[in-house]
């Protein structure tokens, strides 16, 4: 029996640890023909949940050397991974809130930005591209690179303004993906890499901005995980180098 080998960076966010539950619920049930193996990765305190099929793994994303090391530990369990997907976003800290004009941009907090939401990504498919290479792989059935975005990185939708620092790490984000689709579709077939936006989720990121979100549009971290997780296991190689949101649906860039 073959094996498809997830890992989920983040898994114990709210969209994380929810994809990490539903597949390892998927993993119990037994009722596919490909078993399941579940990677996933914690900052500081290793997660109580604990299962068969489920390996966590101590990663700092925004220290290489961390990056590097957790992925090297796959190696002791597994040949391939199949699906990566990226959870980690920064929007906001204990001092710093989204700015609102841009006489409240400091340096820090902008980079910041772009080390956890553009930088981070681009450094976890540095090193794990070996792992997505043994994959088992198809046009039908590709290996799959996604990272959880926003469309507020969607330079084109923008007509508010505001969020300088989230805003420009998301796009960013956006371009650095788009670019590893393309140097991946010449010397990594039949791999999607993809950009995803999960809708407005009731985590911790989105919890001081849930005021004005219309009824019915704020989701559960469950309901997003089950819909991104359904998008990406209907996506075909083809569809490298999308931007959908967590429907399916295309968003401009």
């Known amino acids: 029996m073959t094996t498809k080998t997830y890992l989920i960076i983040g898994g114990t966010g709210g969209i994380g640890k929810a994809m990490v539950e539903q597949l390892v619920a998927k993993a119990a049930k037994n ?3 490909t078993g399941i193996q579940v990677f996933a990765t914690y900052h500081n305190s290793v997660p109580e949940i604990e299962v068969d099929k489920l390996h966590w793994l101590k990663m700092d994303i925004c220290d290489e050397a961390s990056i590097k090391q957790s992925i090297e530990a796959i190696k002791e369990h597994s040949s391939h991974i ?7 976003g920064l929007l906001h800290t204990e001092h710093n809130q989204p700015e609102k004009a841009l006489r409240q941009m400091e340096t820090e907090f902008f980079l910041k930005n772009m080390q956890v939401n553009a930088l981070a990504s681009m450094l976890i498919a540095k090193h794990i591209k070996p792992l997505l290479k043994n994959a088992s792989r198809s046009g039908d059935n590709p290996a799959i690179f996604a990272t959880i975005s926003a469309r507020v990185g969607s ?14 790490s998301k796009a960013a984000l956006n371009m650095g993906m788009k670019n590893l689709s393309i140097e991946w579709a010449r010397s990594l077939k039949e791999v999607c890499v993809v950009v995803m936006q999960p809708g407005t989720v009731n985590t911790q990121l989105s919890a001081p901005f849930q005021t004005n979100v219309a009824k019915g549009h704020l989701f559960s971290p469950a309901y997003s995980a089950e819909s991104l997780l359904e998008v990406l296991a209907n996506m075909s190689s083809d569809q490298t180098g999308s931007f959908v949101d967590w429907a399916g649906e295309s968003i401009s860039w």
Do not use: F
């Not at 199949?82 to 980690?88: K, L």
């Not at 330079?155 to 420009?168: E, H, V």
């Open 31 to 33: 009722t596919v023909k």
């Open 82 to 88: 199949d699906w990566v997907i990226n959870c980690v």
């Open 155 to 168: 330079i084109s939708d923008n007509a508010l303004g505001g969020w300088y620092s989230y805003r420009m």
